[in-house]
């Protein structure tokens, strides 16, 4: 049976979420995030596939982003309060618990999910982002990195230095990508490269190269068009559009209050079933040659991974190995859930 992509609208006196559903509404429930510079239309190859298996699938745009409320403080987007939308998403759906998957920071929305909120999680998947129970902060991913791709005199913060260049030039950041969104949308929504692994990611020197894109507008390159169509271009540039980058990379300057917020987790040790989707060709949150997946190892009881040939934005890239790696997990590691569908 092929379900419709609907669209809805969630308010509370506190926040305000659109999202997409698609699916039998009695359906299990599986909610999905996006990550940066997103929205819920990331989704669009998981929700119609997962909803024929008998899934009710929900995606909504993250705070900060499409049709769902945005703020002007950094402090606004710390992941308590965005933790706290979901909540808010799962109850008005009528529901105790999920399955929820995320992706980049949507990744460790999900993670956060699970660790503070476990009676809500049926369970976990992440794509690109693995799980660090003291926070996904760059201070803990520093021991992760690869100094044999990044040595320490050259790199001192690996692939991770885009992060300190939000911090130090927030504005400057902001009004680089908003100097020409269609362009940029373009340029970020690329497919992996192979030859690019083993080599030193572009994230590694936005400051030394004096911003995203040398400190002005992004550049015109042509759509890659095995990651998004020229629909899916028009409707990420008319969201950013809307809003603009200061949410967005708003979601990178609460580091601190986010690292304080995991250590007050309710069980940083995950019980439940979790999925983790390596990208092979992902360079930034690379994975598969390094210790970054260490940490989840050790604090997952119940990991499953799966590599995806594929670079960052998996789940538009590689959507039918996105999809069978989920429904394969759903099926071994939580048939009592699917099978009430």
């Given at each position: 049976?092929?379900?419709?992509v609907t669209e809805h609208t969630v308010k509370t006196a506190r926040?305000?979420?659109?999202?997409?559903?698609?699916?039998?509404?009695?359906?299990?429930?599986?909610?999905?995030?996006?990550?940066?510079?997103?929205?819920?239309?990331s989704w669009r190859h998981q929700l119609p596939a997962m909803a024929?298996?008998?899934?009710?699938?929900?995606?909504?745009?993250?705070?900060?982003?499409?049709?769902?409320?945005?703020?002007?403080?950094?402090?606004?987007?710390?992941?308590?309060?965005?933790?706290?939308?979901?909540?808010?998403?799962?109850?008005?759906?009528?529901?105790?618990?999920?399955?929820?998957?995320?992706?980049?920071?949507?990744?460790?929305?999900?993670?956060?999910?699970?660790?503070?909120?476990?009676?809500?999680?049926?369970?976990?998947?992440?794509?690109?982002?693995?799980?660090?129970?003291?926070?996904?902060?760059?201070?803990?991913?520093?021991?992760?990195?690869?100094?044999?791709?990044?040595?320490?005199?050259?790199?001192?913060?690996?692939?991770?230095?885009?992060?300190?260049?939000?911090?130090?030039?927030?504005?400057?950041?902001?009004?680089?990508?908003?100097?020409?969104?269609?362009?940029?949308?373009?340029?970020?929504?690329?497919?992996?490269?192979?030859?690019?692994?083993?080599?030193?990611?572009?994230?590694?020197?936005?400051?030394?190269?004096?911003?995203?894109?040398?400190?002005?507008?992004?550049?015109?390159?042509?759509?890659?068009?095995?990651?998004?169509?020229?629909?899916?271009?028009?409707?990420?540039?008319?969201?950013?559009?809307?809003?603009?980058?200061?949410g967005p990379n708003a979601w990178y300057m609460n580091h601190k209050?986010?690292?304080?917020?995991?250590?007050?987790?309710?069980?940083?040790?995950?019980?439940?079933?979790?999925?983790?989707?390596?990208?092979?060709?992902?360079?930034?949150?690379?994975?598969?040659?390094?210790?970054?997946?260490?940490?989840?190892?050790?604090?997952?009881?119940?990991?499953?991974?799966?590599?995806?040939?594929?670079?960052?934005?998996?789940?538009?890239?590689?959507?039918?190995?996105?999809?069978?790696?989920?429904?394969?997990?759903?099926?071994?590691?939580?048939?009592?859930?699917?099978?009430?569908?």
């Amino acid at each position: 049976m092929t379900f419709p992509v609907t669209e809805h609208t969630v308010k509370t006196a506190r926040h305000t979420t659109g999202y997409l559903a698609c699916g039998a509404e009695e359906g299990p429930l599986l909610i999905f995030c996006h990550g940066w510079p997103e929205l819920s239309l990331s989704w669009r190859h998981q929700l119609p596939a997962m909803a024929a298996l008998g899934f009710r699938c929900v995606e909504p745009d993250m705070r900060g982003y499409g049709r769902s409320s945005t703020y002007a403080r950094y402090e606004d987007f710390r992941q308590e309060l965005i933790v706290e939308d979901m909540l808010e998403l799962l109850a008005s759906l009528g529901r105790d618990k999920a399955v929820w998957i995320g992706h980049d920071w949507g990744s460790s929305v999900v993670w956060n999910v699970a660790s503070h909120h476990p009676d809500r999680t049926v369970g976990v998947a992440s794509l690109c982002v693995p799980y660090i129970a003291a926070g996904n902060s760059v201070e803990n991913r520093l021991a992760l990195i690869d100094r044999s791709v990044y040595p320490a005199d050259l790199y001192p913060v690996g692939q991770w230095d885009y992060h300190y260049y939000y911090e130090e030039h927030f504005d400057e950041a902001q009004a680089s990508f908003e100097a020409n969104i269609r362009n940029a949308v373009k340029a970020m929504f690329r497919r992996g490269n192979p030859a690019a692994v083993g080599k030193p990611a572009a994230t590694a020197s936005v400051r030394k190269n004096g911003g995203w894109f040398g400190g002005g507008a992004c550049p015109d390159v042509p759509r890659d068009a095995d990651v998004i169509t020229e629909q899916d271009l028009e409707a990420y540039t008319a969201a950013l559009t809307r809003h603009g980058f200061f949410g967005p990379n708003a979601w990178y300057m609460n580091h601190k209050v986010n690292a304080q917020y995991s250590r007050q987790a309710t069980s940083p040790k995950l019980a439940m079933p979790v999925l983790f989707l390596h990208g092979a060709y992902d360079t930034t949150c690379e994975t598969v040659n390094s210790r970054f997946a260490d940490p989840m190892r050790a604090d997952c009881s119940d990991l499953t991974e799966v590599v995806v040939k594929s670079g960052h934005w998996m789940a538009q890239e590689q959507p039918v190995a996105v999809n069978a790696a989920l429904a394969k997990w759903l099926a071994t590691k939580l048939p009592d859930y699917w099978s009430a569908a």
